[in-house]
């Protein structure tokens, strides 16, 4: 490729908000990764299993929406088939995949993350816990992209059964302050249920601030 579509801005906003994954304890070691798209069909995706303190924007792969590789000599994410189904199915630009305590916590006692805070709103209404299926395959792709819902109910979060969550958003930035909040909400329900039974907003009520993000997000 040519130095000026080597996406080296892409790379590197993907390096840092690895970093960032691991430094805000999002993730452990090498677990988690991101995926930023470059252009309208060309993705920047996290290698597989490298330290992400050391990994450079020449590490980040560059593949397409097939996943074939473009540029890049790492071997991409294992995680790889979930990615590209969001980009491809869910119109995602930047996908985040975390391997949080809360939501992981969360993941073994609910099939929906409790509407304690109207910060759902965020991700369109309540978040779904996808069921579990093995790392790596199309059938967890698949689980995570159901979870996501389909038209009229679309999330641009869930969280994974066993495993962690994933948020896409427009920008790299607000999908990782999108899995920042999602850990948090978790960690809230997590703190309460310890003490006692907590109270829920409902559905209506969380409508209510869905309708309130969109409107102030056009003005
Ligand atoms: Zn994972």
Redesign the pocket.
């Known amino acids: 490729m040519s130095a000026h579509s080597d996406h080296t801005d892409v790379r590197q906003e993907v390096v840092e908000f690895a970093r960032r994954m691991v430094r805000d304890r999002l993730v452990v070691g090498t677990?988690?990764?991101l995926s930023l798209r470059a252009t309208e069909d060309l993705v920047a995706v996290t290698p597989s299993g490298m330290d992400y303190e050391t990994m450079t924007a020449d590490d980040v792969v560059l593949v397409d929406l097939d996943g074939t590789v473009v540029d890049g000599a790492r071997r991409p994410t294992s995680?790889l088939p979930l990615h590209l189904l969001c980009h491809r199915r869910h119109g995602a630009r930047a996908v985040v995949?975390t391997?949080s305590t809360a939501a992981v916590a969360l993941s073994l006692l609910c099939d929906e993350v409790p509407l304690v805070h109207y910060q759902t709103a965020m991700f369109g209404g309540p978040v779904a816990v996808a069921e579990y299926a093995p790392?790596g395959t199309d059938a967890l792709a698949d689980a995570v992209s159901a979870a996501l819902g389909g038209e009229g109910t679309e999330r641009s979060a869930a969280v994974?059964r066993h495993?962690?969550t994933l948020v896409h958003a427009p920008t790299l930035g607000s999908a990782y302050d999108g899995a920042r909040q999602l850990e948090w909400m978790c960690d809230v329900w997590l703190r309460a249920s310890a003490v006692g039974r907590p109270a829920l907003l409902d559905r209506g009520q969380v409508d209510e601030i869905v309708v309130r993000m969109a409107d102030y997000g056009q003005r």
């Open positions: 677990a988690g990764n995680e995949h391997h790392f994974m495993h962690g």
